[in-house]
């Protein structure tokens, strides 16, 4: 069964520090969707991406992150200047189409800021 | 704002009884409610999806109901197996939003 991938499973970086994170999603799913979940709490939602542009972003996405699908395949999160409270476990998922609405996510890539 | 509720206490129910986990949520309108699976240090898993029109789903031992006049739904798992033991999430998502919103989760013991 398809299912979405991302490395690295866990990442270790110093405070300021750039980090990309990388995805593929399903390969014939047409949105996707970067989420964190700091540790003991809620999975929150960061960006949405349709098209080749972000289609919807939280308050959290602020400048220091972007998102990018260089290629058919993968698709990537970069934390510019990583700070401490970056520290979460990071989910990317995806959806098939439009009038779907299950979102299938990673196993996730943990992001340690020190 | 917004809020979702879940049970935060852990529920831990015996093999083979029903589990029941509810999702309460105030000043959201959802069209769509998912109801996920985590295990830990793992992703959400897809488990089940109602519409606000719908009252309840099924998916072989899992049920679902929905309720936006209580603005609730509960989530059930017949005939439950240590198997089944993980944090059940349940997420929102409104018809102007593509993203989600998750609950904190109830996490879910079956012992033998």
């Known amino acids: 069964e398809p299912e979405v991938t991302q490395t690295p499973s866990h990442q270790v970086t110093q405070m300021g520090q750039e980090v990309i994170l990388r995805c593929v999603p399903i390969s014939n799913h047409l949105y996707f969707y970067w989420y964190r979940q700091i540790l003991g709490q809620k999975v929150e939602f960061l960006v949405s991406f349709y098209n080749n542009e972000i289609s919807e972003k939280s308050e959290i996405f602020d400048d220091q992150f972007s998102v990018e699908r260089p290629d058919g395949s993968n698709f990537t999160l970069k934390i510019r200047s990583t700070k401490l409270e970056d520290s979460a476990m990071y989910f990317c998922?995806?959806?098939?189409?439009?009038?779907?609405?299950?979102?299938?996510f990673g196993p996730g890539t943990r992001l340690t800021v020190t | 704002s917004q809020k979702i509720e879940q049970n935060s206490e852990a529920l831990n129910i015996q093999e083979g009884k029903t589990a029941t986990l509810t999702c309460n949520y105030t000043n959201y309108s959802p069209a769509y409610l998912q109801w996920y699976r985590q295990d830990p240090g793992r992703g959400p898993v897809f488990l089940l999806l109602?519409?606000?029109?719908?009252k309840e789903k099924r998916k072989e031992r899992l049920k679902v109901t929905f309720d936006t006049t209580l603005k609730q739904s509960l989530f059930h798992i017949t005939a439950s197996q240590p198997a089944d033991s993980a944090t059940y999430l349940c997420a929102l998502r409104s018809y102007n939003t593509d993203k989600l919103i998750f609950g904190t989760g109830t996490r879910l013991q079956v012992f033998p």
């Open positions: 998922a995806s959806r098939y189409r439009q009038g779907t609405y299950e979102q299938y």
């Open positions: 109602i519409r606000e029109n719908e």
